[in-house]
């Protein structure tokens, strides 16, 4: 809750020697500020200095996540913080006392509307307790950033700033890649990009005394390659330098309301749009629209979304109007890779007489007829009209049409294994989806199911054209981010695979020529005539996961 005009904040890992002093000489120098901290679930017992000073400081705010997201992420999430709750000012500094809190009036004082201020080692009056190597870096470091970007102020790499936080509204924050040191280098590119006048202010930086330093040295090479990078942009013309639009949705993880555009809907590039109103886009193969939901990254827990309020009002009702006669053109494949999934989940599956499974998402309930084979006594519920039809008539098995909360009375109140296979990120919100699947199992009952890894390099490498970003998937997962989930779903991870797929060479020549660039695709055309049309082959490219959880309790 805003008490003041103006925000300090600082991020740390293991800095349980330095929080508690560095709170306390912020406040003596300045009384007035409020104080953001943000913990990257430091192990050595900071979090708990933290909350002390919460207990008895009310002007201290912290924030603790899961794991370790990185300095840039957290400082990108005090920009958003500050901005979503009316600061007019912001400082960030570093959370061992390299910067010393006694600048701090100083700083402020350099500062007004349109000014960016940043603590400077190398202008005249600074100096750095930097010796050998590490001196030798830095100043290489800030030449290299200032001849690249054409920036005429000495210090371009320490995080001691202070930020008016109107002129970070008009920035393209989604184009300031959060992951490594470079982060700061980035940032005051942009601001000068946008006409903030840059000020310097002498400061002395002290070495830290305790603990240890934590830029490892590859963080040196990479920010070497982001900032090259940067360079490269300075001198083509630039896209996309539209500032954020901003949206206050609560993360559907976490619950925290710091989310930050990394993706851009692509119905109108001049504004956020919600995702698409065609119900089309949301059949199980619509692969290859080439039409791009807006993307927000949770910086508190590291979730990819798209908010709430950019959701399709009627989300639900597209699905149950799905008709899909796509997916039946590749049922043996289909068929095949759910009898692979069974091989692989059934390891771990309780071994019981009459083990009963739910499937959610059953959709033409081809899975549930290879559980029925194998023993399992099975229902599904599938919200497609059309494919839960298919499900009873033609695959013969139980599948109720609708949502899981509208067949509650027609389902057993508990079973032995729940799966769902690609329906996690499809959902409006997948905790509570979580939580309703792990209340249809038993104590030690199993969940499997698949979903996207946006932490993987398909989608690294593909950008735009990863085939998974598409406007019905509305989140985009990772490992880490899922354990995280399945805990708070009272859901306890065993095993966490690469999804295999299979399907025949002539449909995965087909969809690689709709992800393609045209001229590349056409290329291809020939070779659906050449491979034989029978022949299956698997796909694992580790964008897509398959998780096995165990239900810890009742
Ligand atoms: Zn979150």
């Known amino acids: ?244 639009t901003f949206v206050h949705d609560a993360c559907s993880n976490c619950g925290d309301r710091v989310l930050a555009m990394k993706q851009r809907g692509s119905r109108d590039p001049k504004n956020i749009t919600r995702t698409t109103e065609d119900s089309r886009a949301y059949q199980c193969t619509s692969v290859g629209n080439r039409s791009y939901p807006p993307v927000y990254t949770c910086l508190a827990c590291g979730l990819e979304q798209v908010p709430e309020s950019l959701m399709p009002e009627r989300l639900e009702l597209f699905y149950k109007d799905v008709v899909d006669d796509t997916y039946l053109l590749n049922i043996d494949a289909r068929t095949h890779t759910f009898q692979r999934v069974f091989d692989r989940i059934e390891p771990y599956l309780p071994r019981k007489q009459h083990p009963r499974m739910l499937e959610v998402g059953a959709y033409c309930g081809l899975f549930l007829k290879e559980a029925e084979r194998r023993g399992w006594s099975a229902h599904g519920v599938e919200p497609s009209t059309w494919a839960a039809r298919y499900a009873r008539e033609v695959s013969g098995v139980c599948v109720h049409e609708g949502p899981l909360s509208e067949n509650l009375a027609k389902l057993d109140r508990k079973y032995d294994a729940v799966v769902s296979w690609d329906v996690l990120e499809h959902v409006r919100d997948p905790l509570g989806f979580l939580r309703e699947c792990a209340g249809f199992l038993e104590a030690g009952g199993m969940f499997c199911f698949s979903t996207l890894d946006i932490d993987t390099w398909p989608p690294r490498l593909l950008g735009r054209r990863w085939p998974w970003l598409i406007d019905m998937h509305m989140y985009y997962f990772d490992r880490h981010v899922m354990k995280d989930m399945l805990a708070r779903a009272g859901l306890e991870l065993l095993r966490t695979e690469s999804y295999t797929h299979y399907a025949r060479l002539s449909y995965l020549i087909t969809g690689a020529m709709r992800v393609l660039p045209q001229a590349i695709g056409r290329l291809l055309r020939p070779l659906t005539r050449l491979v034989p049309s029978g022949v299956l082959v698997p796909v694992a490219l580790g964008d897509v996961k398959l998780y096995i959880a165990r239900k810890t309790a009742n």
């Not at 330095?18 to 409020?34: C, T, V």
């Open 1 to 244: 809750m805003r008490r003041s005009q103006l925000l300090v904040f600082t991020t740390c890992y293991n800095e349980r020697e330095n929080i508690g002093r560095l709170i306390d000489q912020i406040i003596q120098n300045l009384p007035h500020a409020d104080i953001l901290v943000v913990d990257d679930n430091s192990p050595d017992g900071t979090w708990e200095i933290i909350q002390e000073k919460m207990a008895t400081c009310p002007q201290v705010v912290g924030v603790k996540r899961p794991r370790k997201l990185g300095i840039g992420s957290a400082h990108k999430y005090a920009l958003f913080y500050a901005m979503r709750e009316g600061y007019k000012t912001l400082i960030t500094m570093d959370a061992d006392l390299s910067h010393d809190p006694k600048y701090l009036p100083e700083l402020l004082s350099a500062h007004g509307p349109g000014v960016f201020v940043t603590g400077s080692r190398y202008c005249p009056g600074g100096s750095c307790d930097y010796k050998g190597y590490r001196n030798v870096i830095s100043r290489l470091g800030n030449f290299a950033a200032r001849l690249a970007l054409n920036i005429k102020v000495k210090e371009l790499t320490t995080y001691y700033r202070v930020f008016d936080v109107d002129s970070l509204r008009s920035l393209p924050l989604h184009r300031v890649h959060a992951a490594g040191y470079s982060y700061g280098v980035q940032l005051m590119y942009y601001l000068r990009h946008a006409g903030v006048e840059i000020r310097e202010v002498p400061i002395h930086f002290t070495d830290r005394t305790r603990g240890a330093s934590k830029i490892p040295r590859a963080q040196i090479v990479l920010s070497a390659v982001d900032l090259l990078n940067l360079a490269a942009k300075r001198l083509l013309i630039f896209r996309d330098l539209e500032p954020d």
